[in-house]
């Protein structure tokens, strides 16, 4: 199975830019790097997602270096909103559509 | 707009009940999913659906199993529910991978699931 290594949890201040990494050692080649956001008690939801370098949206940027072991998702002058958990997701390279959610990384941003 | 659509929405259960979550979707996606969150956890995959037809076991299979009725409806159902078993049920689809640059992966609204 896919496996997906984040940090438990982070904490920022409201203005500040906050980076996630996510650890992926068996990334298929094929494989795409996807980042999802969940608010308590709604379902997660499709922030950004990428192959490699560097992919930009009007919420996100997602970093991914040419190995694609690991993933940076950056969230610029973070908001109050933004507090959530966040999980990084691969592709199962054993099995095509078996998507595996990590633990996720537990954001708390402060006034 | 509806997109994946679960009910029940809330459901409590006595142990050894069994009970079914219906799900639907309306985005003529191929893959089908069905999550689980225990309070304070991550998801973990119980079964899902890569197309119709066809069915798999996730990471957390045992107790549950599914049915895929057709393209648009994936059933999760628990035979005789026992206490470890009350989470919160998230049921999402995808289109295959192959049939575009990436993948997202949409949720309904979740299942609060609890069992006395």
């Known amino acids: 199975l896919a496996k997906t290594t984040q940090p438990i949890s982070m904490d920022s201040y409201e203005g500040q830019e906050v980076n996630i990494t996510c650890s992926h050692n068996?990334?298929?080649?094929?494989?795409?790097i996807t980042w999802y956001q969940q608010f308590p008690s709604q379902g997660p939801r499709f922030i950004i997602q990428g192959y490699k370098t560097k992919v930009t949206n009007e919420v996100a940027s997602l970093f991914i270096p040419a190995d694609r072991k690991s993933s940076t998702l950056s969230l610029p002058r973070v908001s109050l909103s933004d507090t959530a958990v966040y999980y990084c997701l691969v592709g199962d390279p054993g099995v095509t559509y078996k998507y595996i959610f990590g633990t996720g990384t537990r954001l708390k941003v402060l006034a | 707009n509806a997109g994946v659509t679960q009910t029940p929405k809330f459901q409590v259960l006595k142990t050894g009940q069994s009970m079914t979550l219906q799900c639907a979707q309306d985005m003529n996606h191929n893959s089908m999913y069905w999550y689980r969150q225990d309070p304070g956890m991550g998801l973990r995959l119980i079964y899902y659906?890569?197309?119709?037809?066809?069915?798999d076991k996730g990471e957390v299979p045992n107790g549950y199993n599914v049915s895929r009725l057709n393209k648009r409806e994936f059933s999760l159902r628990l035979e005789s529910a026992a206490p470890s078993q009350t989470s919160v049920y998230f049921c999402?689809?995808?289109?295959?991978?192959?049939?575009?640059?990436?993948?997202?992966?949409?949720f309904g609204e979740g299942s609060w699931l609890t069992v006395v």
């Open positions: 999402a689809s995808s289109e295959p991978r192959w049939r575009a640059s990436g993948n997202t992966i949409y």
């Open positions: 068996n990334i298929a080649t094929n494989d795409y």
């Open positions: 659906s890569a197309s119709e037809g066809t069915t």
